[in-house]
């Protein structure tokens, strides 16, 4: 990976497990079993398809560091698109990014989101810390309550900004871990929870991909009026299979995936 996406990653990471202390003891879990690092299969961030912010403008810095257009995913249930975004080299994490379609959503929730949004300076979109620089607006608690209650998406996307939602482990580069299963049981022996929406495995070969998530964690955040402990961010773990070339897929399910967003979701 060249100097610029290593940049990038590394400030990824360190915004992420600021919020996610699970996935700094999960990384030395699997790194105290392992004699290689370990590699990063894909991250994922979310946003509001309202300008200046909208998926293309998030997908624009991974485009300018050689990333290319990937598949493209409809969430209709939740009110979501996304697309995901790859690098020439194998070796460089997959990017999926995702948008609530706010003109689908009630009154009260496009008033409210135009409102946060409107508030972003265009010029900070563009800039080469935007992807770590968190929240561009106000917002009190009772706000964020109240969006919680229509799009558990739009009150995360709120109270987090921008910064990478998860990281996930690449279960293929693992030594110690073959399957998801094995993974799983590894957390819940040493007290992770696991998003059980949809099994704890989602995915099959068949697919040609395999993911498990923890829970977020919930941690203390601070709004206008009060702090407040939220879900902030998650761990994922992903296994991919060869396809019919002998290359790994690539892509993402979109059914696995609708239930990893649930990751997140306070009720879990």
Not at 99 to 113: N, R, Y
Request: include cysteine.
């Amino acid at each position: 990976m060249h100097n610029d996406l290593n940049t990038l990653f590394s400030r990824l990471w360190q915004s992420y497990r600021r919020v996610t202390p699970s996935a700094e003891r999960i990384h030395q879990l699997l790194g105290e079993r392992e004699s290689h690092p370990i590699v990063n299969d894909h991250i994922a961030l979310r946003t509001f398809n309202l300008a200046p912010v909208r998926l293309d403008k998030l997908a624009g810095h991974f485009l300018k560091l050689g990333y290319q257009p990937g598949g493209e995913y409809h969430f209709e249930a939740k009110k979501l698109y996304a697309r995901h975004y790859e690098h020439p080299d194998p070796d460089v994490p997959k990017v999926f990014i995702s948008e609530l379609l706010v003109d689908q959503c009630s009154v009260q929730l496009q008033a409210i989101v135009s409102d946060l949004v409107a508030q972003t300076n265009p010029d900070a979109v563009d800039a080469d810390d935007f992807l770590t620089s968190g929240r561009h607006w106000k917002l009190d608690y009772g706000t964020y309550r109240s969006l919680l209650e229509e799009s558990e998406y739009a009150a995360w996307t709120a109270a987090w900004g921008y910064r990478a939602n998860h990281f996930t482990v690449s279960i293929n580069h693992l030594e110690s871990i073959k399957t998801v299963a094995q993974i799983n049981q590894l957390l819940k022996d040493h007290g992770f929870a696991i998003n059980t929406s949809g099994g704890e495995v989602k995915g099959s070969p068949q697919e040609l991909l395999e993911q498990s998530s923890t829970l977020a964690d919930r941690v203390a955040l601070e709004f206008t009026d009060q702090v407040a402990k939220v879900p902030s961010c998650f761990y994922e773990f992903a296994l991919r299979y060869p396809k019919p070339d002998g290359n790994l897929y690539s892509g993402f399910v979109a059914a696995s995936a609708d239930k990893i967003f649930e990751s997140t979701h306070a009720s879990n």
